[in-house]
């Protein structure tokens, strides 16, 4: 028996802070699942999205979209999950199927998309609506607490490094030693790769953290690695770090910006760019990334570092994350 009010912590634009709410819970529409939250990671998306850097969809918008949790209750024609599955519903929350992207294996660029979190009420909340072709069966080896980061993290990590040459790159070096570099990172040492871990300057707790994780080298942005590198994977939102990674990399490499949002890239000299060398971006993913992931993870086993909180305690965790003092991911427990 469902209740029929639910907590939520929804975003006040005024405040800049996330409010507590008791909200009706939602019922499934055609082809959707209602999930109930057992957990929900806290990305800087959220942040972009609290502080305003993303410009609102929705108003009162529930952030979230690193969530797990149990189908209870199918909406009309919604066959894809039984009921008590656990899923993970991620950013993507729906595609529109018909514009030139979508019919070109490229959703993540899609038109009229719809964001979990952003354009469709997320995980801050005891319960959740999501399109089920969107959702993903997660590896039963991973616990909730744990899966949660995997959903964005993981995801956007893992298409940033596929973009960045995957496994072919020899060296490859990883800019804002957060959530998604923590997986990033064992999951490169797994394929052989070498590591460059950097952290903002002095931070040495977060140093010593990303060498526990197999970094062979780590220091702050301000630093460089004792080799050049084939790839840099830029997971910080500071415009600067791209000229400053473009200077460690190689001829024919290529520099990767894995966020949705950053602030302006300063000008830098040709000189840093010429070479062949490649500045690219990574637009939100695709299906075919989380079921590709997931399948690895079956192979590779990583272990997602988390500090958890309850979920009326949403602002500590986003206050902690904004201030660098999370190791790992932040983790929200209904």
């Not at 996330?18 to 057992?38: D, F, K, N, S």
Request: hydrophobic share 45%; aromatic share 6%; proline share 7%.
């Amino acid at each position: 028996m469902l209740p029929e009010t639910m907590l939520a912590m929804a975003v006040d634009s005024a405040t800049r802070t996330l409010r507590a709410t008791r909200r009706p819970v939602p019922r499934p529409g055609a082809g959707e699942v209602l999930v109930q939250v057992r957990a929900c990671g806290v990305c800087r998306t959220d942040l972009h999205i609290l502080d305003g850097e993303l410009p609102p969809h929705r108003h009162a918008v529930v952030p979230g979209h690193e969530v797990v949790g149990e189908v209870v209750l199918q909406g009309p024609g919604a066959t894809r999950f039984a009921m008590g599955a656990r899923v993970g519903i991620p950013w993507l929350g729906r595609a529109c199927g018909t514009c030139p992207y979508c019919r070109t294996a490229r959703e993540n660029l899609c038109d009229a998309p719809q964001f979990t979190g952003y354009d469709r009420d997320g995980g801050y909340a005891e319960y959740a609506v999501a399109d089920e072709r969107f959702c993903f069966a997660l590896p039963a080896a991973c616990d909730d607490l744990h899966a949660a980061p995997l959903l964005c993290a993981g995801l956007i990590g893992f298409r940033t490094w596929r973009l960045a040459g995957g496994a072919v790159a020899r060296r490859i070096g990883l800019w804002g030693f957060g959530a998604a570099a923590h997986i990033v990172c064992q999951l490169a040492v797994a394929q052989g790769q070498e590591v460059a871990a950097f952290t903002r300057p002095g931070d040495t707790q977060g140093q010593a953290f990303a060498r526990s994780l197999g970094a062979g080298w780590a220091g702050g942005s301000d630093e460089r690695p004792p080799q050049d590198l084939d790839a840099a994977l830029i997971f910080a939102p500071a415009g600067p770090l791209v000229p400053a990674a473009l200077a460690t990399v190689r001829k024919g490499g290529v520099v990767v910006c894995g966020g949705i949002h950053m602030s302006d890239i300063p000008a830098f000299p040709y000189a840093l760019l010429w070479g062949e060398r490649e500045v690219r971006s990574v637009a939100n993913l695709t299906r075919a990334d989380g079921e590709d992931f997931f399948a690895l993870l079956e192979r590779i086993p990583l272990r997602t570092h988390v500090r958890s909180h309850a979920l009326a305690d949403a602002n500590t965790a986003v206050d902690d994350l904004r201030a660098g003092r999370v190791e790992g991911a932040a983790v929200l427990v209904p």
